[in-house]
């Protein structure tokens, strides 16, 4: 071995070596960079939620005083007890706590079923029916506002009640039964979505699965319940938690066939009227709030109807960030 | 008649045979049955609920609905509630193109941002589970009533919550004006992205499905097809180009129409309030319907032009 050879090994050596940094060294910067603008992002998203939270704590002087910014000279707690009477909490929560899981539990059945039918099985007119699925989409609920209070005011089955009742049909409004029966017919809020991400989810399984289900002997619909669906959990827990999360916070639906019933959506939206109503009413003079102070008990209001909402996050959070991983919504 | 042909085409052809082709027949039309019977939900709804109530809405449009007692009357008015929706009424036509100019300006950056989110959130970085959590976030921190109450909002606008009004936000964007003066780009261009900054907030909160559709197409692709462009010798950059971006962009179509609908139709349009208010707060049924049935229309023409638009950069992989 001469002298130029081992030269020309160690200067091979040396450029490996240097390349090597130079990658490593991209690479730690690149981490660096996306931990800041992941932090960024991050702290971007909890802004306006972690100021709600800290005014929320706030006394009326320290919301006027300039030197307080974020944290509050003296924390009170009066807001929640005065904002938790105004919304009627404990009343409006079981409401919507219970509308919310009937509608989503019967969404997520309506819509699975739906999706199958869509993604597995070849008809006339699937074509058609699919397209009329995105067209429920693009229609605005308020298109249909108007008849469809119209429809459960006077509810009717091809004139079968009025038959027998001898009355213009019967009044489906203050009840659950407009939300369950759209709900069930694939209807309600946003379940041309749903339909869409569960037709995606069965349209990516293989179809082997089936196949051998059949050749087993298995029909159908034993198919569908003993193969299909436990698979198809991963997408069944991002519809639920979609359905769940948008019917808890959703105002149209709810103020359109629930006007007095009280939900935490509505409840929230009303609260410093609510509050100053009240008010007037245990003085007997007409109060107005300041519009800083109105402000605060209408944060307040909005954050007590979404902190049900992030503890159920908190403990789905796993489940939905994995589904997510295996749902392969693909268009 | 038909049996007797079954029987002529039964003498010509072998038994065996036709009794397979018959038997996969049924299996066929069997399916065909079992697939009705799975989406017979779906059709119920469709008419009751949806084809029905949108004709009715139409036929409320060109009237004039009056309430009484156990029910309404309709008075044929022609097409005198567009007429009013669109030149009378004070600010509908106004509210109506803003809106959908906003959605134009805002659609587009949703879309490269969520994009770009799904990408960072595909990578391995430590506390991966817990930034894809804040990110998905927005879905229930702004939904619903939420961004109602979020939009109208004074303590958010005075403290720069959302960074639009508040000095902070301001201030951050001229700083970032200046440094895009001198890059000599089209001052067209410049304001574009000074309003997306002023906005970043709006754009952030309004991407939460978009990056969950988006990872989730990210996930579904092979690691074959990187390891073989790996061997090929292909960088990160033309991994990014040639496999991902094709291999995602079906969704963008998807994501695109969703955002158009989304920004639209969500809680805090101005257009679906109005329409709310005309029927139930003065009573004007058959206008609100003339002025729901305009948007539904304006609606069906933008996603229309969009996905003609979008479908020519669409690769289908198959």
Request: charged share 15%; net charge positive.
């Amino acid at each position: 071995m001469d002298i130029k050879s081992i030269f020309r090994k160690k200067s091979e050596e040396d450029r490996m070596h240097r390349r090597h940094l130079y990658y490593s060294m991209v690479r730690r910067s690149w981490s660096i960079v996306r931990g800041v603008i992941i932090a960024g992002i991050c702290f971007l998203i909890l802004y306006p939620t972690l100021v709600k939270l800290s005014v929320s704590f706030m006394p009326e002087q320290d919301i006027y005083d300039v030197t307080v910014r974020y944290v509050p000279k003296s924390p009170t707690l009066e807001n929640y007890k005065t904002v938790l009477s105004a919304m009627r909490y404990n009343k409006a929560f079981w409401n919507t706590f219970k509308l919310s899981t009937l509608t989503s539990v019967m969404q997520l059945i309506s819509c699975t079923v739906i999706g199958y039918g869509f993604a597995r099985f070849r008809f006339k007119g699937r074509g058609v029916l699919f397209a009329l699925v995105i067209l429920t989409m693009i229609v605005p609920p308020q298109t249909l506002m108007i008849p469809l209070f119209l429809h459960f005011r006077y509810f009717d089955v091809l004139g079968i009640i009025s038959a027998i009742t001898g009355q213009k049909g019967i009044n489906l409004l203050e009840s659950y039964w407009p939300f369950v029966l759209m709900s069930l017919t694939g209807m309600g809020l946003k379940n041309g979505l749903y339909i869409y991400i569960m037709r995606q989810f069965f349209r990516g399984m293989p179809k082997e699965l089936e196949e051998a289900a059949y050749v087993d002997g298995a029909g159908m619909l034993r198919t569908f319940g003993q193969i299909m669906l436990p698979s198809a959990v991963p997408a069944m827990v991002t519809v639920f938690l979609f359905s769940f999360v948008w019917q808890w916070t959703d105002t149209f639906y709810s103020s359109l066939f629930l006007m007095r019933t009280d939900v935490l959506a509505k409840t929230a939206a009303n609260v410093s009227n609510q509050i100053m109503k009240d008010l007037s009413a245990d003085i007997g003079v007409d109060i107005y709030l300041s519009p800083a102070i109105s402000s605060m008990y209408t944060n307040t209001g909005s954050l007590l109807v979404v902190l049900p909402l992030l503890i159920l996050y908190l403990f789905a959070q796993k489940l939905f960030v994995e589904s997510v991983e295996r749902t392969g919504i693909v268009g | 008649m038909r049996g007797t042909m079954m029987t002529d085409k039964a003498l010509k052809v072998a038994a065996a045979p036709k009794k397979k082709k018959r038997r996969g027949l049924n299996l066929n039309r069997k399916r065909a049955m079992m697939g009705y019977l799975f989406v017979l939900p779906f059709i119920i709804g469709l008419i009751t609920f949806f084809l029905v109530p949108l004709i009715q809405s139409f036929i409320f449009s060109i009237n004039k609905l009056e309430v009484v007692e156990g029910g309404y009357n309709l008075l044929p008015v022609g097409l005198s509630n567009y007429n009013r929706a669109l030149r009378v009424h004070a600010t509908y036509a106004r509210d109506l193109v803003e809106s959908v100019l906003y959605m134009l300006t805002n659609v587009p950056l949703i879309i490269i941002f969520s994009f770009f989110a799904a990408n960072l959130l595909n990578q391995k970085f430590k506390g991966r589970s817990l930034a894809r959590a804040i990110f998905f976030l927005p879905v229930i921190l702004t939904s619903g009533v939420m961004l109602v109450i979020d939009s109208g909002d004074l303590l958010q606008s005075s403290l720069g919550m959302t960074q639009t009004d508040g000095q902070e936000g301001a201030f951050r964007a001229v700083e970032l004006a200046r440094l895009l003066l001198r890059s000599r780009l089209s001052p067209t261009f410049i304001d574009y992205i000074i309003s997306a900054v002023d906005r970043i907030y709006e754009i952030v909160s309004a991407s939460g499905v978009q990056i969950l559709v988006f990872l989730a197409g990210l996930q579904s692709i092979s690691p074959s097809l990187f390891e073989a462009s790996n061997i090929e010798g292909a960088t990160g950059w033309e991994n990014f180009w040639k496999i991902t971006f094709p291999m995602v962009s079906p969704l963008i179509l998807v994501n695109t129409v969703y955002s158009i609908i989304d920004s639209l139709t969500n809680s805090s349009n101005v257009v679906m309030g109005m329409i709310r208010d005309t029927a139930f707060a003065s009573n004007d049924y058959g206008l609100s319907s003339a002025m729901a049935w305009l948007y539904f229309l304006a609606i069906l023409v933008i996603v229309g032009i969009v996905v003609k638009l979008v479908s020519k950069v669409v690769f289908y992989y198959e």
